[in-house]
């Protein structure tokens, strides 16, 4: 077909040629120049649009504190939770503007994703909803305090899980109904805790057989709590049952159409070997980053420090205290990238996942381009307690 329409062209355009040729003969020098040939009008030999060509080949990840995640893929940008001051009851509306401001410097803001409602997650919300006008997915409390705030009701949309949300052509975020963290030898009925989601976030590159993903968890618990059915509202007239965890995210991998995940930001900061045990080798994980880190005070010089994004990551998140974490890590080959401070970014493309450059973004907020500070770390507050002893 090609062949054959271009053929065709050629001769119209040789055709028009010749005639051209023709007119100039023999004109006298008075006569007005002869204008060029009439171009061919034929639209020109159709070539197939690639459908790939404007997809992202890679997603940039921030971390700013707790499990505030900033994900930008082509020119769409989102926030997981955004917690930026974890204290009071209310959102603080310039704390808000300027992770705005900041995150606006490498990205864009589109819309936000909220894992659960505590505090230490989704208190800003309502501002962010009221300072973007972007769409929020989020649990129904979520969703209730956006519009409490004053926001239009159709902002937020309520998830429940199993939810797909195509973003645009290339990105698609899947809602998965997850659990919230256990104390040590706590095993759930399956009604612990408030309703928490994770989300699996696919994007298309420009092969058309790679899509890259990440799946985001908020919190969990870990083993045979996977396995169990989720209820919610038990005891009341509007209980009902969901999925387990394992069996949801299973789904949403299959629905994917993905042989594996490869990127899992896997909070809590505590117990998450529990979840590393069966994740990481049933959807043969590649790497792997612990978050919901910074939330709690720790001691330094004997004075308290707790969460300021200003002061920098005030304890460091170190291996060694999580030896059973990283010595299986070790056996399935998870590579672990562990935040360093607040801002700390990432790319991940078809072959990698590694730190970028965030210096602009850190300056904001008086951090340094890499590595800890300004303010100097104490302990881990949860030392000794990030695995427990049974598990
Ligand atoms: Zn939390």
């Known amino acids: 077909m090609k062949v054959t329409s271009f053929a065709r062209n050629a001769t119209a355009v040789a055709t028009l040629l010749v005639a051209g040729l023709a007119a100039c003969g023999g004109g006298s020098d008075n006569e007005p120049a002869p204008t060029a040939p009439p171009v061919a009008t034929n639209p020109p030999p159709e070539t197939p649009v690639d459908p790939l060509a404007k997809a992202p080949a890679e997603v940039r990840t921030t971390w700013f504190g707790i499990s505030n995640w900033h994900y930008q893929a082509g020119d769409l940008g989102f926030i997981l939770d955004g917690e930026v001051v974890n204290s009071g009851r209310t959102p ?15 990205g864009s803001v589109d819309f936000f994703l909220v894992g659960h409602e505590h505090g230490d997650h989704a208190l800003q919300i309502p501002e962010y909803a009221k300072q973007t006008g972007k769409p929020i997915y989020a649990p129904a409390n979520v969703c209730k305090a ?55 976030i696919t994007v298309q590159t420009p092969q058309k057989e790679k899509l890259l993903s990440i799946y985001a968890s908020d919190s969990g618990a870990g083993g045979q709590d996977l396995f169990i059915p989720r209820v919610v509202a038990k005891g009341t007239a509007s209980e009902k049952t969901y999925g387990a965890p394992f069996t949801n995210l299973a789904n949403a991998v299959s629905e994917a159409n993905i042989e594996n995940i490869d990127l899992w930001q896997g909070g809590p900061e505590s117990r998450v070997v529990n979840q590393a045990r069966v994740l990481m080798p049933a959807f043969k994980m590649k790497y792997f980053q612990p978050h919901h880190l910074g939330t709690r005070a720790t001691s330094v010089d004997g004075v308290s420090v707790g969460f300021k994004l200003e002061y920098g990551l005030h304890f460091p998140y170190l291996p060694s205290e999580v030896p059973k974490l990283t010595a ?19 790319v991940l493309n078809k072959d990698s996942y590694r730190t970028a450059d ?34």
């Open 92 to 106: 603080t509306p310039a704390a808000v503007t300027k992770a705005l401001e900041a995150l606006k410097l490498r």
């Open 146 to 200: 956006v519009v409490a705030y004053g926001n239009p009701e159709g902002q937020c949309v309520t998830i429940n899980g199993g939810e797909t949300l195509k973003m645009n052509d290339f990105v698609t975020v899947r809602v998965v109904r997850w659990l919230h963290s256990l104390d040590c030898d706590q095993i759930g009925t399956g009604s612990e805790g408030v309703e928490t989601f994770g989300f699996l």
């Open 328 to 346: 299986f890590m070790a056996t399935e080959g998870v590579e672990a990238q562990n935040p360093l401070n607040y801002f700390d970014a990432w």
């Open 358 to 391: 965030n210096a602009n973004v850190k300056a904001v907020y008086g951090l340094p381009a890499t590595g800890p500070g300004p303010g100097k770390q104490g302990p881990n507050p949860r030392s000794g307690q990030l695995e427990c002893t049974n598990d």
